[in-house]
C-alpha cells in the first residue's frame, strides 16, 4: 500500500472529474444533473469548474428534489440523452427510491425493451465521517437486489475512470457506487484520461494472487483488503484478493474459482450483515465450492446497529483492517493453515 | 353545443360541485367551432373507446384478461379532447387507467386488447399488461402504474426535447390522487423553474379509488395547485370533447411556442368502480343515478342528433362498425400466441452483460 502510495498520480475524485469532462466532450448527449453540482461544484467537488466549462444546459443544478430530477433524468434517457446524476450520497437516494426501482430499473422490460434507460447515477457510500446514523448508511444492496440494475463499485481511480467511461455508454441505467473515504486516495492510471478503455461491466477482478484464502471485498472494502493481505504476507500467509467491482451483475464465477484455488473465504462490506452481499457470496460460494471449502465461509461487517456518532462508537461499528484480520487469521486457523505457518 | 366550445365549462362531479368559490379561467383565443365531419369523428373515437372498455370488462369477467383492470368508462371526451390537441410527434406519458389514450393516439385496438390479454402481438409484448402499455412509434411513452410515477418522466422527456431543441409538447396524464403526491409537486416546481415544454392533465373523476377528492385534497379545486409554480393553470369539463380539446390546444401551444409548463384539470365523471371488480359500494345510490346524466357520450349522442349531425340510424350504424372493430380485436387477442417462455430474459438489459443470472426458480446457480 504505502508504495502505492508513493507512486500515486491522481486522486480517485480527478479521476471521476477527468472522465466526467472526457465524456461530456466525447458525446454532447452527455449531461450533469444534480444538487449542487454547478455553482458549488459538488458536495465533494467532484464537478469542479464543469459549470464554467460546459455551462448550465450540460451542468443541471437541481433543487433539493431527489425524486423530481433522478425521475426526470429517466425520462430525459427515454429520449435518447444520457444523464449522469450525482446523488450527493447514497442515503438520500431513498427518496428517489420509486424513480430508481420502479421506473428507471422496469421502464426496459417492462415495456417489451421499446425503450432504454441509459442513465448513470453516481452516490457515495460511507461511514467513519461520523456523520451519524441517516448520513453513514452504504444501502447498495437495495440496488443491487433488483433486475433491471446495474451496480459497480469501483476501489482506484484507474477502475473509477473505466467503470464510469462503461457506466456512461451502457444502454442501461447503472448506480455508480463511491465512497467517501475513496475520494483523496491516490492510484496510477494506465493511460491518459481520453485513452482509458471502458471496462467491462460485470467482472470481478483478482487483484492479488495468493493460495491460501481468498478475501472478497468492493468499494472501500477492497482496499482494506489488499491491507490485510499485505500484513498476511508478512506473516507467510498467501492471500488472494478479489475485488468484486461489480455488484450486480455479480461475478460469481471468479468468486468460486479463487475459492476452489484456496479452499476458504472471508468477504467484507462496509454494511449490515444480515441479508446483506456477503451473505450472497457465503452462498454463492456453499453452491459452487461446496467439497472445496476448509472452514465456514466468515463474513465482515458493520455491527447491527444505526451507526452512531461518537468517535469510539463509531470506530467500533464499522469495519476495519483489524476486525477483516482478525477474521483471516480465525479463518485460517479453522483449516490449519495459520498453525502449520506458525509451527514453521 | 356552440356555446360551450367558446369556454372551459364548469360541470364538476357531484361530490365536487360544492367546491367552494369556483371561478374557472376560460381560454383566451377565440376558437372555431367544430364542423360536422369533425364532431362526427370526435363521436366515433369515443364510442370506439367505449366499446373496447366494455369489451375489455367482458374479457376480464370470461379470466382473458389477468392482474388489474382499470377502464376510461365516463371519460371517452376527455381522451378525445386531449389527443386532438396533439401532434403525432407530441409525447405521452399516462396512468394505468389508458386503454383509451393509447387508441386515441393511433393504436390499433388489435394491440391493445393483445396486450390486455397478455399475448406476444400486444403493444408492449405481452410484459406490461393493461396498466403499461406503450409504443415507441406512436409516442406513447408509457402506462405506469405507480401512482404519480409518469410526472418526473414527463418532465425529463420535456427536458429532452428542450436540450435538442426540439419543437416536440410532453403531455402527461394523471388521476386526481396523483396532485397529493410528492412527486407530482417536485415535478411541477421543476417544470415551472426550467421552462419545460410540458402539459400536465389532472382527469378530476372526483375519486381516488373511494376516497373523494375533498377527503384528500386541502384544495380540491385543483388546477390551482399549478400556482403554486406560476404555472398557468384551468379547469375544464371534461364532458365536452371540444371544450377539451380547446382547452388543451391553448396549453400545448404555451408548451409548445413558449416553452411554458401548463396545468390542466379535466372535471370528468368515472361511470363504474375503480376497476373491473370494484363494485363502488362506497358510492350511494342517488350518485349513481346522477352519474347516468353525466355520460358524455350519451350527452354527445343527443346534441349531434338535436344539431341533425347525426341521425339515430346513422349512429346505430357507427355502432356497430365500433363494436365489430372491437370484437375483431378480442379475437385477434385470442388467436394470438403467448409470448414463449424463451423469451424471459430478453428485457432485464439493453446491454448485455456477462455473469447475468438466467434461471428458473429450481435452477441450481452453478450446474455441476
Excluded at chain 1, 456523520?131 to 444492496?141: D, F, I
Aim: hydrophobic residues 45%; negative net charge.
Amino acid at each position: 500500500m504505502t508504495t502505492a502510495t508513493q507512486r500515486a498520480t491522481v486522486t480517485y475524485r480527478q479521476a471521476l472529474r477527468d472522465t466526467l469532462r472526457s465524456e461530456m466532450l466525447r458525446d454532447e448527449n452527455v449531461f450533469l444533473i444534480g444538487e449542487e453540482i454547478g455553482l458549488f461544484e459538488g458536495s465533494y467537488k467532484i464537478t469542479e469548474g464543469l459549470l464554467k466549462e460546459f455551462g448550465p444546459r450540460r451542468v443541471r443544478d437541481t433543487p433539493i428534489a431527489e425524486e423530481g430530477f433522478v425521475g426526470a433524468a429517466i425520462g430525459a434517457a427515454m429520449l435518447g440523452l444520457r444523464p449522469v446524476v450525482e446523488i450527493m450520497t447514497i442515503n438520500f437516494s431513498l427518496l428517489a427510491l420509486d424513480q430508481i426501482v420502479n421506473h428507471a430499473a422496469k421502464i426496459y422490460g417492462m415495456f417489451g425493451g421499446q425503450a432504454s434507460v441509459p442513465m448513470v447515477i453516481r452516490t457515495p457510500g460511507g461511514g467513519g465521517q461520523q456523520l451519524g446514523a441517516t448520513h453513514s448508511q452504504n444501502v447498495e444492496l437495495f440496488y443491487s437486489f433488483i433486475p433491471g440494475l446495474k451496480v459497480v463499485a469501483p476501489s482506484t481511480p484507474a477502475e473509477a475512470s473505466a467503470m464510469l467511461k462503461a457506466a456512461i455508454r451502457d444502454d442501461d441505467p447503472v448506480l455508480f457506487l463511491e465512497n467517501l473515504a475513496l475520494y483523496n486516495t491516490r492510484g496510477e492510471l494506465p493511460a491518459e484520461i481520453d485513452a482509458i478503455e471502458p471496462a467491462e461491466i460485470g467482472r470481478a477482478a483478482v487483484t492479488r494472487p495468493g493460495t491460501d484464502i481468498t478475501i472478497i471485498g468492493y468499494s472501500r472494502m477492497a482496499r482494506v483488503a489488499a491491507e490485510v493481505a499485505e500484513t498476511l504476507a508478512a506473516e507467510g500467509i498467501s492471500a488472494e484478493v478479489v475485488d468484486l467491482r461489480s455488484l450486480r451483475p455479480l461475478d460469481r464465477q471468479t468468486v468460486v474459482d479463487s475459492v476452489r484455488r484456496t479452499g476458504c473465504a472471508v468477504v467484507a462490506e462496509d454494511d449490515w450483515l444480515t441479508y446483506g452481499i456477503g451473505a450472497e457470496i457465503a452462498a454463492t460460494i456453499q453452491e459452487g465450492a461446496f467439497d472445496w471449502l476448509d472452514a465456514p465461509v466468515r463474513r465482515v461487517a458493520m455491527a447491527e446497529v444505526p451507526l452512531p456518532y461518537a468517535k469510539s462508537l463509531e470506530t467500533a461499528a464499522l469495519p476495519s483492517a483489524e476486525s477483516l484480520l482478525a477474521a483471516a487469521r480465525d479463518t485460517l486457523r479453522a483449516t490449519g493453515r495459520l498453525a502449520l505457518e506458525n509451527a514453521r | 353545443m356552440t356555446e360551450t366550445t367558446q369556454s372551459a365549462g364548469t360541470a364538476a362531479p357531484a361530490r365536487t360541485r360544492r367546491a367552494r368559490g369556483t371561478r374557472t379561467p376560460r381560454p383566451a383565443a377565440a376558437v372555431p367551432p367544430a364542423d360536422a365531419k369533425e364532431l362526427t369523428g370526435y363521436y366515433r373515437q369515443m364510442l370506439l373507446i367505449r366499446r373496447f372498455e366494455e369489451r375489455a370488462a367482458r374479457a376480464y369477467t370470461e379470466a382473458k384478461i389477468g392482474g388489474y383492470c382499470h377502464l376510461n368508462l365516463g371519460e371517452e371526451a376527455t381522451v378525445v379532447g386531449l389527443l386532438e390537441a396533439l401532434r403525432p410527434t407530441d409525447y405521452l406519458f399516462t396512468n394505468y387507467r389508458e386503454h383509451g389514450y393509447a387508441l386515441a393516439k393511433g393504436i390499433s385496438a388489435d394491440r391493445v386488447m393483445a396486450e390486455l390479454y397478455g399475448r406476444s402481438t400486444g403493444v408492449s409484448k405481452g410484459w406490461g399488461g393493461s396498466m403499461h402499455l406503450f409504443d415507441a412509434e406512436a409516442r406513447l411513452l408509457g402506462g405506469y402504474g405507480i401512482v404519480g410515477g409518469q410526472v418526473p418522466l414527463a418532465a425529463g422527456a420535456a427536458l429532452a426535447v428542450s436540450y435538442k431543441g426540439g419543437d416536440e409538447v410532453v403531455m402527461c396524464h394523471m388521476g386526481d390522487g396523483t396532485t397529493a403526491i410528492g412527486a407530482f409537486h417536485e415535478s411541477l416546481n421543476i417544470a415551472g423553474l426550467w421552462d419545460l415544454p410540458v402539459v400536465f392533465v389532472v382527469i378530476n373523476n372526483g375519486l381516488g379509488m373511494g376516497t373523494t377528492v375533498e377527503n384528500s385534497s386541502a384544495e380540491p379545486e385543483l388546477y390551482k395547485r399549478g400556482a403554486a409554480y406560476r404555472m398557468e393553470s384551468a379547469r375544464v369539463d371534461g364532458t365536452d370533447v371540444v371544450a377539451v380539446r380547446d382547452a388543451a390546444r391553448l396549453a400545448v401551444e404555451r408548451a409548445r411556442a413558449e416553452s411554458k409548463p401548463y396545468l390542466l384539470e379535466a372535471v370528468s365523471p368515472r361511470l363504474k368502480g375503480h376497476s373491473v371488480v370494484d363494485p363502488a359500494r362506497y358510492r350511494s345510490k342517488e350518485e349513481k343515478e346522477s352519474l347516468k346524466a353525466a355520460d358524455p357520450l350519451a350527452r354527445m349522442a343527443l346534441e349531434l342528433e338535436e344539431a341533425g349531425i347525426l341521425s339515430h340510424e346513422a349512429r346505430d350504424e357507427l355502432d356497430a362498425e365500433v363494436t365489430a372493430e372491437v370484437d375483431a380485436a378480442a379475437a385477434f387477442a385470442d388467436a394470438s400466441p403467448a409470448p414463449d417462455v424463451s423469451t424471459l430474459f430478453d428485457y432485464t438489459y439493453a446491454t448485455p452483460v456477462p455473469g447475468e443470472l438466467r434461471r428458473l426458480p429450481a435452477d441450481p446457480v452453478f450446474r455441476a
